[in-house]
Structure formats: C-alpha cells, structure tokens
C-alpha cells in the first residue's frame, strides 16, 4: 500500500519532459487517494478553463474518467476507487500526464530582432 500512495501523492506527479506539473498548475492538492489539480493559464495567472475541459475531454477519450471542480471549473480531480493497483494508478497518472504535456502551451518562439 505504501507504494500505491507514493504513486499518487501530488509531489510524484510530474509530465514526460521529467519536470513537476506546475507549468499549468496553480496548485496541487489533495490527502490520500484524493487530488485536484487547479489549472491556470501559465502567462496571464488566470482559471484555464478550455484547458480543463480540453484535458477532461482527451481522457475521456482515452478511458481515464476524471471529474472537474472548483469555483471557475478549473480544477482536475482524480479520485480512483479504494481497490486500485499500483500498476492501474501508475497507468491512470502517464495517461493524466501524457494529456497534460499536450495540453500544456508550448514556450513561444523568440522573434529576431
């Protein structure tokens, strides 16, 4: 069980380019088996709301059922059933992750000057 919650503590989360989720995230929260990801444009600090519902959408898609929340229905929530595995949480947070990392907008080029 202690492995199971390591994988999906908030602090184990982190996108396929190998850094922690906060690109998009304002916060990340949770306790147990419990976690919202409150997702805010990156540039203008504000409730990215097509982003949640795109992410929602994409994995959907996918067979991920997440939920949605939050004041602004900005916020992620992941709340799998008290029988997950290891391997199914472990597959549950790559899907979460590999959505995320095309849902996240990319740095925008420089312009030459």
């Given at each position: 069980m202690d492995d199971l919650m390591n994988c999906l503590t908030a602090n184990s989360i982190s996108t396929s380019r190998g850094s922690p989720i906060t690109m998009a995230t304002a916060e990340v929260r949770g306790?147990?088996?419990i976690l919202g990801f409150e997702l805010i444009e990156p540039k203008a600090k504000v409730p990215a709301v097509a982003a949640t519902n795109a992410v929602l959408a994409q994995c959907r898609e996918?067979?991920?059922l997440i939920g949605k929340g939050g004041l602004l229905g900005n916020v992620l929530r992941v709340t799998p059933p008290m029988t997950v595995t290891l391997h199914e949480a472990r597959?549950?947070?790559?899907?979460l992750d590999d959505?995320?990392?095309r849902i996240t907008p990319q740095a925008e080029p420089q312009a030459d000057a």
């Open positions: 306790t147990g088996l996918r067979g991920l597959q549950a947070l790559g899907m959505v995320l990392a």
